[in-house]
């Protein structure tokens, strides 16, 4: 199926949203380990956010690309949450609160991307398209 | 719209609803400051209370706050004044008949008021505007060319942001023509929290010596100026040894240290002779500041096997990796150079070998060559001859020795000076068996003499505790360690510094051969010595303190501890055990399991277990009716059995939230606690920045030094703050310590001394002086977790001693804990130094806070914590008290409420605590638009949704209909 509407722009970008939150994923996985930046809560939501953009490209299920684009959104405000008093520092010039600054900016960066890549597909319509 | 709008919009809605949602619980979290940013105060209100703490200005009210403002500002100007130290003056101070002047070095255009960190924005006086308001016209067409310039400084790098030769143009050059009555250059440093200075910086030199840019700034003064006054904006000692260079040296230099908000008009002061300079150094001055002995071992070192054993360095929490031997022992600062000096004049130890050699010309160590401006050293435009007139011992046991100092001014204008008093005790063959060190000069009392006219005299009279005369020695007692007095004379002196003093006594002691600091010979005046007889060793007088023995109890800092003759400590004994640096240590597997237990391992941080002989939680009853309200606690003695009684009336969970403070602790209504509020640092926490600490102690001024702590208090009762996160007691250790601006001095002593009489002043005003670092956080770099390690005896006359006297002479009731270890425990999860020491010891009653983030929750509640600084771990600690039904932790958890609460309702608090008390729990309006914007966000998600369906499923299958 999937090859034959491989030109489909959603296709597209859902195997973009689903690789995409793949790579991060990993990424996280082994990194933030290190960084301390690491969040269950985080994990989990961008694995089911990225199974559901790669589950989407073969059950056609309306729905389903909404949700994991919202599980992906949802990731995204929890990182922000979890980044601010990290990047408070560098606003206020000072180490008050400490934590990985470019690593939180890695990642901020990487779920937005996500996110986008995840959020395009929704507006997208297979029939529209045809 | 069609569906797939909605579906696109949907989760775009749920993203920034979360994100919504997890900005307002930080908002919630730190809504205490928020509050203070927008200007919202939440004051509770009562009547029939009565006030504790008045504040001098009689009531709270704006127009008293003016003139307190007001007051505060020329405080500020007289710190300076007295602070600011003169170190040259080839005649052109003050300055006469000088109408323009130009300002050379871009600093004068970007000065450096104070370093990064916690603290009030600069809001005053510049520089340039100081000089105009006296009168001078400033060069214009220089000084905007500096305004101009794209340098900058950058702490990172050691950027100094001075500019290059190149710089200056024809038409600037031209310009010193119409402004030549005299240049003032200004070179600046800076530093900051987090950030040390550099041993070797962008420039690839160190970042106090004189850089090539200010040498090219300097010689254009020299070439141009017959008057170039040299202005030291630095809170860390600049190498300032080439200031009498044909090429680029100076007629005149002032240390200025970092002015704040109106340090600049104090300054412009000294320069127009308005006031006369009385400040002397807090620092020793190097010819090269790496020759210190502690600077040996200083910057980043990481265990060589960290990686073997798994010890990392992540965030805040989990530190393992870093270490710091501080090899130096007790010598720190001037303690090395003097002590060393002395054993250079009594040839003894080795002390004129090449070890530690820096500066010294012929390759055998020369104090003259290595010092260029000793501990405690100043100028005045008038001189003064001091001496020692009367020694007497005092107090229960000769507790206490006051000594009368008789100055004269001998100069032609009127001045004042500080009376610093040194003593150097007995060096005995026990001590050299027994590895005791001894400085040869120790600073033990400072006082200063009011204005004095041409030919006065004044007696100052200065008390000295016999206590500062002790010694730590880990093998007194029986091998259980304490404090020792070594039989023999002791000699009292005072100087124009810790030099000249300790040539004072060693003429008292007959020997010769004395130089002073540019190697001038002289014979030292006996008269400025006195002495005083012990004729038995003593080990018993300090054995005990509060019911406490005072003994052994920091072995395991010191790496030798772990890995026997890991290290040789510096001894006087023979100088040639000068600190090599220790680069590569490995740790053991003790140490690293021990450093492990407090890391990773289960994620949680935690090492602690519950105690099998634990009670459980319900052995407390919490949560009971209230019957006592915190106003009915307001003197009650801290034993009193009442305490209980109100701590059975909170729940675990408000117990938990006690410890979380997010600049403030929120209020528990129940029980009349309206909250309390905290501000940061020691340079000011009101809004006004106040001249560095280290300025205000080179005042050697205890009324100066009074009063700033009086103005601390003030600022609190008007801004309605419980406690301030100052002053700073950790010790200058090295010359490049990025916060020495904000701590007293690099002797441990001076810190004692100075904190002890601030403090007091702050809390007889009902403020809570939480003293910070406590302690050893005397550098910055990798100072989160930083294993630190040195002997009982460096630890105890270093940089405890630094707080001590905040909390046995100050009466501080709170601390800021810092970041680093004792050897290898947390200084925040330390239950040898918080429980044992400060709280056994030393009698401390108190609660003592975190740094920012710092600590396991529980590990550090059960180490002697009781607050942490802007981190909320009540979940954490209500969950395992509950979870683990652990009455032991609740037990920790209890007395930190009682500490919190007894210093509280014994402090400023008190004044707003009554029975009729009445606490707002009403939102800020800030609160309540980001309520709405959640909501707001909510609805959307939700009418995304259902458009969605609609639209998609309803809607179409009736179109399909």
Known sequence: MIFQKKFQLSSCFLTAAGLFSAGTLVYYLIQSNHDACFQVSILVLLAVGMVGEIASLFVKVDFIPMLASSCIGVALGLMVYYALPTLSDLWNNVNFIGGNAFAYFMYLGLLLLSFVLSVIPCFLSEKEEK | MKKNRWRGLFPISTALLATALGCTSLLWQWSGLVDEVLGIKKQPTASGGTTVYASSYGDLTEENRAKMLADLKQHIIKEEEEGAVLLKNDGVLPLQSVKKVTLLGR?????????????????????????????????????????ASTCKRDKATGDIGEVGEDFYTQNIVDSFRNYADAAIVMISRYGGEGTDLLRKDKDGVSQLSLHESEKATLRMARANFKKVI???????????????????????????????????????????????????????????????????????????????????SKGIHDVTNKYLVEAEGIYVGYRYYETRYEDCILNQGNASSSAGVFASRNGSWNYADEVIFPFGYGLSYTEFERKITACKTDGEEDAEFTLSVNVTNTGSVAGKTPVQIYVQTPYTAYDRDNLVEKSAIQLVGFGKTGVLQPGESEQVEVTVDRYLLASYDSTACGGKGGYILDEGTYYFAVGNGAHEALNNVLAAKGATGMYDEEGNPVEGDVEAVASWELAAFDESSYHERNGVAVENKLQDADINFWIPNAVTYLTRQNWDTFPKETTVLNATKEMADSLNADNLGDKSFESYQKPSSAPSKNSFKQGQEVTLKLADLKGVPYDDARWDTFLNQLTIAQLATMTSDMSGIKAIKDVGFPGISQNDGPDGAGGVQYVGQSVAAATFSPEILAERGFFFAEEALFNGKNAVWSPGADIHRTPFGGRNFEYYSEDSYMSYLCAAIQCREMQNKGLSSSIKHFCGNDQETNRYGLCTFTTEQAWRQGPLRGFEGAFTEGGATSTMTSYSRYGLTLTCESNTVNNEILRGEWGFVGFTITDAGSGSPIDSIIGGTDVFCLNDNAKTLNSWITKQDDGN????????????????????????LSSDLVISSSLSWWQVAVIALDCILGLAVVGCGVLYVLKGYVLSRKEEK
């Open chain 2, 107 to 147: 600093a004068t255009v970007d000065p450096v008021y104070r370093y990064t960190s916690g603290g009030p924005s600069w809001t005053g006086t510049s520089l340039r505007q100081a000089l105009e308001d006296a009168g001078l016209e400033i060069n214009g067409i220089v000084f905007s060319a500096y305004e």
């Open chain 2, 889 to 912: 932790l609740l037990a920790a958890l209890r007395k930190a409420n009682k500490n919190i609460f007894y210093t509280f309702v014994n402090g400023n608090l008190g004044n707003v």
């Open chain 2, 230 to 312: 040299l202005l030291v904006n630095s809170g860390n000692p600049v190498e300032l040894g080439w200031m009498d260079s044909e090429e680029y040296g100076v007629d005149a230099c002032l240390w200025i240290g970092t002015p704040g908000n109106y340090g600049f008009t104090g300054v412009v002061n000294l320069l127009m002779g308005t006031a006369n300079p009385s400040g002397g150094l807090i620092d020793t001055y190097a010819t090269n500041s790496l020759s210190a002995a502690a600077t040996q071992n200083f910057g980043d070192y990481t265990y060589a096997n960290a990686d073997e054993y798994g010890l990392t």
